[in-house]
């Protein structure tokens, strides 16, 4: 097993010359179910922008040496309200009180050391800092009978539920991308989990 050296926050200079390595690493981990993405450079660096316009933004990055093996990412809610307001309509809860975790991805060969927790610990951590009362996620649903589902997927659910968080009832965004065999983007259901920090 390949060995994690580093993992630290990354903001302002420092996440933006991460951005590119976080597209190919989004490219390359969301292949895989359950996001079963067909990403291009191009798509990820627009996706990406909300981070470098973003002062509340933060990367997470997971080293071997000077190579970046995973990365987790952060802003407020509210930098993506036109893509989320809509699955928080009705719950009560004010989006700048949110602090959004988005995703996490680390190479295969990187898993099982501990660093989805450090993820997690630093993205809270930041999202503490500052001011935020909440952190939220959210996680694509698949059927559980899909023809691409592996026999031994575990879903990360009771890791999640380990750090605090748990589905928010009706909260559920939809988000288009373009899955492996499709000829374009349709969209996909994403339940949002949530906890108090």
């Known amino acids: 097993m390949a060995r994690?050296?580093?993992?630290?926050?990354?903001?302002?200079?420092?996440?933006?010359?991460?951005?590119?390595?976080?597209?190919?690493?989004?490219?390359?981990?969301?292949?895989?179910?359950?996001?079963?993405?067909?990403?291009?450079?191009?798509?990820?660096?627009d996706y990406l922008q909300s981070y470098r316009d973003s002062d509340g933004a933060i990367v997470v990055g997971a080293f071997d040496g000077d190579q970046l093996v995973g990365a987790s990412t952060g802003t407020p809610l509210a930098d993506h309200a036109d893509d989320f307001a809509a699955a928080f309509a009705g719950t009560g809860l004010d989006l700048s009180d949110i602090f959004y975790c988005a995703e996490s991805v680390l190479l295969p060969t990187y898993r099982?050391?501990?660093?989805?927790?450090?993820?997690?610990?630093?993205r809270e951590g930041h999202a503490?800092?500052?001011?935020?009362?909440?952190?939220?996620?959210?996680?694509?649903?698949?059927?559980?009978?899909?023809?691409?589902?592996?026999?031994?997927?575990?879903?990360?659910?009771?890791?999640?539920?380990?750090?605090?968080?748990?589905?928010?009832?009706?909260?559920?965004?939809?988000?288009?991308?373009?899955?492996?065999?499709e000829a374009g983007e349709t969209p996909k259901p994403l339940q949002f989990w949530i906890r108090d920090l």
């Open 4 to 45: 994690v050296s580093d993992v630290r926050a990354l903001t302002g200079p420092a996440l933006e010359a991460a951005l590119d390595d976080v597209a190919r690493l989004r490219i390359e981990v969301f292949r895989a179910w359950p996001y079963l993405y067909d990403g291009d450079l191009a798509y990820e660096r």
């Open 128 to 181: 503490r800092a500052l001011g935020f009362a909440k952190t939220a996620f959210c996680g694509v649903q698949r059927p559980p009978d899909h023809p691409m589902r592996p026999e031994t997927y575990k879903p990360l659910d009771p890791f999640w539920r380990a750090r605090g968080y748990a589905p928010l009832q009706g909260a559920i965004a939809q988000f288009s991308w373009k899955d492996l065999w």
């Open 112 to 122: 099982g050391q501990g660093v989805g927790h450090r993820f997690f610990d630093l």
